[in-house]
């Protein structure tokens, strides 16, 4: 009943987690373990009436510990094997303002396709990724039934150096809480929590942005806090990278999937071009640097009335740095033709697009996107993309920061920012939104 799947370096203890063989109707047959969001009271429903129709079990069985996060994904134990691992399986119940959140096969299909893609970017020994991490989602499983009009799938995010104790992973909205973001400042030897994550969330998180859309020709459509994860070593003190999740929820930039290369691109680049689950097209002629920081969530005290202009100045410029250096588009080159939009409520998205030049940068950063994705070899001419980059490296490039842009001024809404910040302050407060207070709850274990 399976109708797509997909399956790359999945540790075998996560696969034996999930895979099951079992005797059915006198004959040895292959299972998946079907996972239930135990909030769930609609979709699991539909998979059970499926199964029944078709002759198969359906009953339900308890067998992962599992822990909710604050999105809904479930964190699971395997009690025989010791595997961890988190599962996205729909759910109508998300504890916000978001209900229904079926994983449908177009999401489906961007999990797979990003999935794909970061798998080659990090393994890439053309360059190494500085700022940036990505939350591997090594398998899916989709099952799509035209009769029953049944189209349902589930993910499974490996959680890597999360479950080691090595490191710990910080959700950014949680830098926004009230206490724990002040904490973590002072721990840092910094009094100011304001400037403290300025540094290091907002610059990290620009810098990782540019990485990303930099090597992958993709960016986030929906860059809110609950999207990353702030890495900290032992001590608490964050390294400088953030981890990036749900980037399959992005759209490309046009010159890296058009005339693709591999068969592989050109399921990813028709799956962009028609993903009716998103709306249409997705293949864009710019691409968009944005991020919304408080995004669905109450406004700390320790959060200055002009933040999102200060945040907005300090996000677009290290981003544009980063990208400048990555690509050696210079900044005159980048910013012409772009458009900014920053907007004084802090709930709101801030953004910028960069649209397609014809100039030599462009022009450059455009040969070389076979390596910048991660190839081995440039396919137009079959020459090594590490020594190409190497090479590319060597050539001598200034960001000319005198081209740097002395203002980002908005040009999108234009609102009285204090009624906005007190307004949205209240109604937040209000409100008491589940994620707003998720670094304050336990993870609520419960059999599966």
Known sequence: MIGDSYEWNL???????????????????????????????????????????????????????????????????NPDNGAVFSIKVSTNKTGGDWQDKDLNEGEFLDSKFAQRLQDRIVKSDAYELQHLKILPEPVGYMIKDK???????????????????????????????????????????SNSPEVFWKDNLIKSLAKATAEFAAHTGMFLTSSHSQQYLVELDKNFKPTGKIVFR??????????????????????HYNHLM???????????????????PLRSMAIPQWIPGKFNEVMASRFLKHFEREFSK????KLKELQNNSKIDIDSDLTEYTSIVYNRQDTKGWKRFFELRDCFKGHAIRQIDKKSCKDLLEKFYQEEFTLDLNNERKK?????????????????RNETRNENRNETNATEMPLKRMKM
């Open 408 to 424: 980002y001024q908005s040009i999108g809404h234009k609102r009285k920012r204090d009624e906005t910040i007190n307004q949205t």
């Open 147 to 189: 009769k029953s009009k049944i189209e349902q799938g589930f993910v499974v995010r490996t959680l890597g150096e999360l479950a080691t104790g090595e490191k710990y992973y910080l959700p950014a909205f949680s830098v926004f809480h009230q206490d724990l973001g002040v904490k973590l400042a002072k721990m840092n030897g």
């Open 246 to 267: 749900d980037i399959g929820d992005s759209k490309g930039f046009a010159p890296f999937y058009e005339n693709p290369i591999e068969k592989f691109d050109k399921k």
């Open 11 to 77: 540790p075998k203890e996560v696969r034996d987690s999930l895979v099951v063989r079992e005797e059915h109707n006198g004959k040895m047959e292959t299972f998946i373990r079907w996972p239930i969001n135990p909030e769930d009271t609609k979709f699991h429903v539909q998979i059970k009436n499926l199964l029944k129709e078709n002759g198969y079990p359906s009953q339900e069985y308890n067998f992962f510990n599992g822990y909710l996060t604050a999105s809904r994904s479930i964190i699971v134990e």
């Open 326 to 329: 990555i690509t050696h588009i």
């Open 274 to 292: 028609y993903d009716e689950s998103d709306e249409g097209v997705c293949v864009t002629d710019y691409i968009e640097a944005n991020y919304a």
